[in-house]
């Protein structure tokens, strides 16, 4: 029996963190024994807002060269450059056909970066970037799309776009169901664990970024927020130290019972140390992976990818225009 494909990408902007990695990478090279797994530098949906092009360029390689040293295997898995098969921006239009005003109009996440700017000055591009979403996933054929809680809202347009378009036109893609990890989803900010750990924060002491050497990891969890008491439980009530013993718990693998364990009795103060070490340990092979990948190794990757991606996506490509009337 064929296995089922899976469907995943990031965008090249910011620095990705160690909630990156441990809700979405790791999450990554686990499935990529189980699916046939296509993971995609998606550049295109960084552009909706403004860029710089060199450096869009570089981080755009450098987003691939972290998903291998995070331990993608280009063997297993599909990693290409979405710009790289043209196919993306052309269903992309297909689906702008189909999709209502309405649907892009409730997306909260255009709600909340068109609030920076203003809604009027907003560009289309990230008015419509769910459509490109969609298109990203609906090329491919996808069975499952690891996807986090905010980004459920644009599969479920995903769905519907899906649905809708084979049942005006006839049966053109699969429709895709959400594989949402249960455990390290959610890294919280070590500065304010009522939000997530972002690569956009402007406190950047909130976030491990996955270059960051020994000694920013240290210093950034010595400062780390904690909450009143004394007691290293797991405590939703509690979020700052909750936050610090789940990260503890998924980079050393132990239980929770285990974790609460180790640190009975113990002050925040030896916590953070010990913690500070775990994340250090943790982090050192992917940092020492990194850089043995160069240019020219990268691009053969690349190449090789996205040759594999236009493959399929051309075939649904086809289908689309064949149904649509244009071929």
């Not at 990268?298 to 991606?309: D, F, P, V, W």
Request: aromatic residues 8%; glycine residues 6%; hydrophobic residues 40%.
């Amino acid at each position: 029996m064929s296995k089922k494909r899976i469907f995943s990408g990031a965008q090249p902007t910011g620095r990705l963190h160690l909630g990156n990695y441990l809700g979405a990478l790791k999450n990554w090279v686990a499935l990529q024994d189980d699916y046939e797994a296509f993971y995609c530098v998606v550049n295109l949906h960084a552009i909706t807002l403004p860029q710089d092009p060199a450096t869009l360029r570089q981080a755009t390689l450098d987003l691939a060269r972290i998903y291998l040293a995070a331990g993608v295997d280009p063997e297993k898995a599909t990693i290409f450059i979405q710009s790289d098969v043209h196919e993306h921006a052309e269903l992309t239009w297909i689906l702008s056909c189909v999709a209502r005003m309405g649907e892009l109009e409730r997306m909260t996440q255009f709600k909340d970066k068109s609030q920076k700017g203003g809604r009027e000055r907003s560009s289309v591009g990230l008015f419509i970037y769910p459509i490109l979403m969609a298109a990203d996933i609906l090329l491919y054929q996808t069975d499952l799309v690891p996807v986090g809680q905010d980004q459920k809202q644009h599969l479920e347009l995903t769905r519907d776009l899906a649905e809708r378009f084979n049942r005006d036109f006839g049966a053109a893609f699969k429709v895709p169901e959400p594989y949402i990890p249960k455990a390290g989803a959610s890294i919280k900010s070590l500065q304010d664990p009522a939000k997530k750990m972002s690569k956009s924060d402007e406190n950047e002491a909130g976030s491990i970024f996955l270059l960051d050497d020994a000694d920013t990891v240290a210093k950034k969890i010595k400062r780390a927020v904690t909450d009143s008491g004394t007691e290293i439980t797991f405590d939703e009530t509690r979020p700052a130290i909750n936050n610090l013993l789940t990260i503890y718990q998924l980079v050393t693998e132990k239980s929770q019972a285990e974790c609460v364990e180790q640190f009975a009795g113990k002050g925040y103060g030896q916590f953070k140390g010990e913690l500070a070490e775990a994340v250090i340990e943790y982090l050192r092979p992917f940092q020492e992976r990194i850089s043995t990948y160069d240019d020219e190794a990268l691009n053969t990757i690349l190449k090789s990818g996205a040759e594999k991606a236009a493959a399929i996506a051309s075939k649904t490509m086809l289908d689309v225009y064949q149904k649509v009337g244009i071929r």
